[in-house]
């Protein structure tokens, strides 16, 4: 699927990317900050992220999985790229030929890597402090750290690290606890281990709300793409700007008379005669098909417009009243849009609250069917006409 098949599209403001790293390298000096940007960079495009990311002062990347480390590697991208978890063990090889640095908490990966050739690898080593998720118990640590150091110049110990559970709530004593527990096994480890390795804790709520967890570095995801980590650390956030707008065009209008229904069910009614407006994209794109249930609304000539009816798999159907729309009109369902009233912005945040959920799993969840267009500083809009 690309751009120009397709009457809709989620434009990427690379610049908000750039923009955004740079407001937290501030923030955080004198620590330095690492973008993450696994899950094809939050549903934004991996490889564009990235190079904007570095292009903002990002030192290192961090992903998911290896063929997500790979993608990056075969785009010609250098520098670090950490492997935020441990991988299946047949998957080292390619770890060690890509140059990804692995994060380790098991003797049994540890040794899969080493015996994949690895000579001078980085690895990380990861402690579970409270989150129970992944990483090792802190009362292994010292043990991983030697057996680390038994293989010898095959693998070198360049960064711990743990991962914080409620830094989005800075009411909660939680984070501060795992710091302690996370201090506590750095100062029980051998200062050989310590020397030259990096030491990290904060995610993106950490990196704005927690000063004690900026160590050596900072892994920013969510905040990079301008999207809050929650709202108990908004606050924090108000100088990010969104990187995400999905764009698309109305593609059918008709005028529907008091009394009519619309969408599987037919669970709207309509109460006066209407301008019903069809817009071409739906939960396939990553719409949530009871978005409309809940208050969803779009955008066009800079006025919100509610979603009426069932989002369907390619299709939603919009009230826009008696206003007078046009086929090929502009539609924004996240983003901004200015009209003669003035300029509105539909944020991934606000679909979020309306569906009880975060802002990461709104962006990650426009699909792929949904092209991604980057937008550099002077680049020209796109126009297709329907």
């Not at 991996?46 to 480390?69: K, N």
């Not at 050739?117 to 802190?138: F, Q, Y």
């Amino acid at each position: 699927m690309t751009a120009a098949t397709r009457w809709a599209w989620a434009e990427i403001d690379l610049e908000a990317i750039e923009h955004n790293v740079r407001v937290i390298r501030e923030r955080v000096a004198p620590s330095a900050v690492w973008a993450v940007v696994k899950a094809d960079g939050y549903g934004h495009g991996a490889v564009d992220v990235s190079r904007a990311a570095i292009a903002g002062g990002a030192e290192g990347l961090a992903v998911a999985l290896v063929d997500e480390g790979i993608e990056l590697r075969e785009a010609g991208i250098e520098g670090p790229i950490l492997l935020l978890s441990e991988q299946p063990p047949d998957t080292a090889g390619h770890i060690v030929d890509n140059r990804l640095t692995p994060t380790v908490y098991t003797t049994g990966f540890v040794d899969s890597l080493a015996a994949a050739g690895a000579r001078g690898l980085p690895v990380h080593l990861k402690i579970d402090t409270g989150m129970h998720r992944v990483g090792a118990h802190p009362d292994d640590a010292r043990a991983l750290v030697t057996a680390i150091a038994g293989h010898g110049d095959r693998l070198r110990l360049a960064g711990i690290l743990t991962h914080l559970a409620v830094a989005d709530d800075p009411t909660d004593d939680f984070t501060r606890e795992q710091l302690r527990v996370f201090d506590a096994v750095l100062s029980e480890l051998p200062a050989e281990a310590r020397d030259d390795v990096l030491i990290h804790a904060a995610n993106s709520a950490g990196a704005l709300a927690h000063p004690n967890a900026r160590r050596s570095f900072v892994r920013a995801g969510i905040a990079i793409y301008g999207i809050s980590p929650g709202p108990g650390v908004a606050e924090h956030a108000v100088e990010l700007r969104p990187a995400m707008t999905v764009r698309t065009l109305v593609s059918h209008v008709k005028r529907v008379p008091l009394g009519s229904r619309v969408s599987y069910g037919l669970r709207h009614r309509f109460g006066s005669d209407t301008t019903l407006v069809t817009i071409p994209v739906g939960y396939a794109d990553g719409v949530p098909r009871r978005l409309s249930e809940v208050g969803g609304e779009v955008l066009i000539g800079g006025r919100r417009r509610p979603i009426v009816g069932a989002v369907t798999m390619d299709q939603l159907m919009v009230d826009a009243g008696d206003d007078d729309i046009r086929v090929g009109e502009e539609v924004v369902l996240i983003g901004e849009q200015a009209g003669p009233g003035g300029t509105d912005r539909i944020r991934a945040e606000e679909w979020a609250d309306r569906l009880g959920t975060i802002g990461y799993e709104i962006v990650c969840g426009i699909s792929a069917r949904m092209p991604r267009v980057p937008r550099t500083p002077g680049a020209p809009g796109r126009n297709i006409e329907p």
